[in-house]
């Protein structure tokens, strides 16, 4: 099955800083990778989001790029704020809302 | 988000009881999806089904059951033969890109 590795596993980075998190996958079949945003005892929301077809996608101050080759896939938040600071989850899709797999998540952290 | 809901926020087990969070949701999906969260850990899938009075085993089922009865109604039960239930649940139904989730439950065994 489908494999996902984050990393890092948490992250710190001084308000203004830009934050990169990364995401490998294993199973060629995947071709959809959404970002999700998740604040304490909250429910994940979707922030961004790349189809196998693309190689970046970018909305405000989020980007995502995607190498398919390399398996690999980033999610990139410019000029950080405070109201960043969050679990982020990468998921890769092979088929089917059944055939998702979820990476480990990154806590951020956004120091004023 | 407002269309899917969980019932209760918090919830607290003895050992040896089995116990049903609820999932609800007035968006008229077919499908619906029962996650589960540890710290440290991405989601896992439970359950899913596809259609009324039919679903299936996710990863990680032993020790949990679900029911279909109504489209708009997917409980799950944590029951007794589940060794390690505390856990953040996490109900979910596919949007137009990706799933949508509800605000979860948090059981807690004491």
Same mark, same amino acid.
């Given at each position: 099955g489908e494999n996902v590795e984050q990393h890092p596993s948490t992250l710190s980075v001084q308000e203004g800083d830009s934050a990169v998190i990364k995401c490998t996958y294993s199973d060629?079949?995947?071709n959809y990778f959404p970002w999700y945003k998740q604040e304490l005892g909250k429910r994940p929301q979707l922030i961004i989001d790349i189809r196998s077809n693309v190689g970046e996608k970018k909305d405000q101050r989020i980007a995502v790029t995607l190498n398919k080759t390399a398996k690999h896939f980033s999610l990139h938040i410019t000029?950080?704020?405070?109201?960043?600071?969050a679990v982020y989850f990468c998921a890769a899709y092979s088929?089917?809302?059944?055939?998702v797999t979820f990476g480990t998540g990154t806590k951020l952290q956004v120091i004023p | 988000d407002g269309g899917i809901t969980q019932s209760p926020k918090y919830l607290f087990r003895k050992e040896g009881q089995n116990v049903t969070l609820s999932c609800e949701q007035?968006? /008229?999906?077919d499908a619906m999806y029962w996650y589960r969260q540890d710290p440290g850990q991405g989601l896992r899938l439970i359950y899913y089904s596809q259609i009324v009075n039919d679903f299936q085993k996710g990863d990680i089922a032993e020790g949990y059951s679900v029911s279909r009865?109504?489209?708009e109604s997917f409980p799950l039960t944590v029951t007794?033969?589940?060794? /390690?239930?505390t856990a953040f649940y996490l109900c979910a139904i596919p949007g137009a890109n990706t799933q949508y989730f509800g605000p979860g439950t948090r059981l807690t065994v004491l």
């Amino acid at each position: 099955g489908e494999n996902v590795e984050q990393h890092p596993s948490t992250l710190s980075v001084q308000e203004g800083d830009s934050a990169v998190i990364k995401c490998t996958y294993s199973d060629s079949a995947s071709n959809y990778f959404p970002w999700y945003k998740q604040e304490l005892g909250k429910r994940p929301q979707l922030i961004i989001d790349i189809r196998s077809n693309v190689g970046e996608k970018k909305d405000q101050r989020i980007a995502v790029t995607l190498n398919k080759t390399a398996k690999h896939f980033s999610l990139h938040i410019t000029e950080t704020q405070p109201e960043d600071s969050a679990v982020y989850f990468c998921a890769a899709y092979s088929g089917g809302y059944q055939k998702v797999t979820f990476g480990t998540g990154t806590k951020l952290q956004v120091i004023p | 988000d407002g269309g899917i809901t969980q019932s209760p926020k918090y919830l607290f087990r003895k050992e040896g009881q089995n116990v049903t969070l609820s999932c609800e949701q007035n968006l /008229n999906h077919d499908a619906m999806y029962w996650y589960r969260q540890d710290p440290g850990q991405g989601l896992r899938l439970i359950y899913y089904s596809q259609i009324v009075n039919d679903f299936q085993k996710g990863d990680i089922a032993e020790g949990y059951s679900v029911s279909r009865e109504k489209k708009e109604s997917f409980p799950l039960t944590v029951t007794s033969a589940q060794k /390690n239930p505390t856990a953040f649940y996490l109900c979910a139904i596919p949007g137009a890109n990706t799933q949508y989730f509800g605000p979860g439950t948090r059981l807690t065994v004491l």
